[in-house]
């Protein structure tokens, strides 16, 4: 009972830690705010589930992406969508780890996150890492793909990106 008491204090603490990158993931994988909840709840649970399994092979913030990510890919497959929207609607619950209260900043993670929308799944994940400041190796890790293919990814993204801005 007591080791229980304890798993999960450890947990939500790990979790409140951890939050900004679940509501990241929540929100650019899912189109409303239901589903930005749903989803939310099924990352929860599975890190929940797989908590016991975590081994420290990596750091903790990696293993959280991996989890999550991992449940919003599954998810995208389980519901059939072939694309989602990113959905903004100025909600207090999420965004105040992402945007700042300057208005040209604002504006800009609009457009940046606008344009992000457009990619597919994969590299939704691969960008939102690597603009969270994961390392090639980190991301590669997480996303189950070679260092140098992270490289790639991320230059040709960033393309795809100016591409997709520029129109």
């Known amino acids: 009972m007591v080791d229980i008491i304890k798993q999960q204090k450890e947990f939500t603490k790990i979790l409140e830690e951890h ?7 929540s929100a650019v994988y899912s189109k409303t705010r239901q589903d930005r909840e749903d ?4 990352m929860t649970y599975q890190l929940w589930k797989s908590f016991s399994t975590f081994e420290g092979r990596s750091a903790l913030s990696t293993w959280v992406y991996r989890v999550a990510l991992n449940t919003a890919l599954s998810k995208l497959k389980q519901d059939k969508r072939q694309s989602l929207l990113f959905f903004w609607d100025n ?3 999420w965004d105040q780890h992402i945007i700042s209260e ?14 992000i929308e457009m990619l597919n799944a994969f590299d939704k ?4 890492l690597y603009l969270d400041r994961h390392s090639h190796e980190q991301i590669g890790i997480i996303m189950g ?3 140098s293919n992270v ?10 990106l ?3 801005a520029s129109k």
């Open 19 to 25: 939050l900004g990158i679940l509501l990241k993931i």
């Open 39 to 42: 989803l939310l709840d099924e």
């Open 91 to 93: 909600s207090p619950n």
């Open 102 to 115: 300057d208005p040209s900043l604002y504006e800009m993670y609009d457009k940046l996150y606008e344009t």
């Open 125 to 128: 994940a691969i960008i939102l």
């Open 145 to 147: 793909i070679s260092q």
């Open 151 to 160: 490289g790639t990814r991320i230059g040709r993204i960033k393309h795809q």
């Open 162 to 164: 100016k591409d997709l």
